[in-house]
């Protein structure tokens, strides 16, 4: 089932010729100065004042639109995370339906971060939510939690949408238990990426340990891989070509922080930092696929 | 920091004489009856007609209010399961903020499931939206996935509410990974159990395996476990015991549909026949206690 996705994806990369994902984890109190400028605007308009949440709300709204116009054109996606949405309550859900149409509008495929693992009819409607229709999310792709086992993935995979299982994350706690060393030999990961091929679903590797990465793509050869950790967390494109080893589909680079604050980085605008930044990372990947 | 949650929850189980946690995991295709019947009147109302999803949404908590209302009594808290409410989108959301108040009214505890795990700013924000005041939920206790490590328990621990650490489920897939036996001798779950105790979390334990409950009691002698599997699932309130061992506050038995559809398995009305149900299971984890 997952290859409609995969072919979807592949069409994407293709044709906008990137494999970057850009990651959009916004903080209301660290939206860009355009966002404050389009909010005011509203705020004077007339009617009730808005509640604190969905004057955050509208904010979040804005800085994603805006980050959407500069660095989406090096991008094949975007990784809405939908905590940083849920955190504003129902204001922050219908935000986060504004920003995924915003999305589709500028050709871009949505990835739902929600890191779902549940069972029985809960996996069932967290499923319904993220990739279902309206007034699901309708997302091309979605992340999963595989600590509950093969029953908990199946309600994703029977979708036809991109099943992303967390494998081999990017954060240091990752050694906790994905690197568990089994009485059968190799680490826990590996039990999991074996599942992962079985069920021919697609894999987190972060990018902050390359040295996984060849092993994993032995261990899963069809699965696009999705890869955190490149910038902020250390991780860098030009390790990731393994992923690669497949076709330009074989792997997406996430990027949020590095790309929303890149002029902290390197001065300038945000948006002009942005857009040079995803392209920078757009042009690193590339060359790994070509 | 889990203390201060242990010990409100020690109050209210005293008070109450109830260790029932009553799951809410409404589907808007089988309510009761008496929830559409205020819906119905709710269609009546003049104004313009409601969107499917905010129709699907008044139902949800009309029949989650009756539920509350019939079953509440025998019960210490609610259990609802967030993904049922956010595939109904921003307005399920909203659904979901008037039905955790109708249960505080009710002088419930509440508590999110919503199994989060992620790390970092994601797993704050998560932090944020669950348990955080308003626009946050402002649960008293939420469930957490242990498979990204140590580092992503850690933003959920400091808030001083429970938080339940899937430790051994109850759903079949649960062998998949949990029951894996490590290198260094026993299953993974023990070594999340270990972690469980480090941290002073508590833990979900599933009632369909008693087996390890023992174990699980032995390798957790402070968590209070949350015990989903009774009823539909098979699990039986009396081989739970063990759970119990530290006092009334040891354990929390989940009951859902169990409790929810008792009139389809017993007859009667539905607000009755759940009202009955809930209080043979609280009598029956009581006599546990005494």
């Not at 494109?237 to 076709?247: I, M, R, T």
């Amino acid at each position: 089932m997952s290859d409609r996705f995969r072919e979807r994806l592949a069409e994407a990369v293709a044709a906008r010729r990137s494999s970057i994902v850009l990651g959009l984890d916004p903080d209301p109190a660290r939206v860009w100065p355009e966002a404050l400028a389009v909010a005011s605007a509203h705020d004077g308009a007339p009617g009730a004042p808005p509640s604190p949440a969905a004057a955050a709300a509208e904010l979040v709204v804005a800085h994603c639109a805006a980050l959407i116009a500069a660095a989406g054109p090096a991008c094949v996606a975007v990784k809405p995370q939908v905590a940083c949405f849920e955190r504003l309550g129902s204001a922050g859900w219908a935000a986060l339906e504004r920003v995924v149409a915003a999305a589709r509008a500028a050709g871009l495929l949505v990835h739902a971060d929600a890191e779902r693992g549940d069972i029985g009819v809960s996996a069932e409607a967290y499923a319904e939510g993220l990739v279902g229709p309206a007034p699901g999310l309708d997302a091309d792709a979605v992340t999963v939690n595989p600590y509950l086992g093969e029953d908990s993935l199946e309600p994703f995979v029977g979708t036809g949408r991109g099943v992303f299982v967390l494998v081999r994350t990017s954060n240091p706690g990752a050694a906790d238990l994905q690197d568990a060393e089994l009485a059968q030999g190799g680490p826990l990961w590996e039990r999991v990426a074996a599942l992962v091929d079985r069920l021919d679903a697609n894999a987190v590797v972060g990018a902050t340990a390359p040295e996984h990465l060849v092993r994993a793509r032995a261990l899963m050869p069809r699965a696009t891989f999705l890869l955190p950790g490149v910038g902020a967390q250390g991780g860098r494109v030009e390790d990731l070509a393994p992923a690669f080893a497949p076709g330009a589909h074989g792997g997406l680079v996430t990027a949020s922080r590095s790309i929303a604050r890149a002029h902290e980085q390197h001065g300038g605008e945000p948006a002009a930092a942005a857009r040079e930044e995803a392209e920078r990372l757009r042009e690193a990947a590339w060359a790994l696929c070509a």
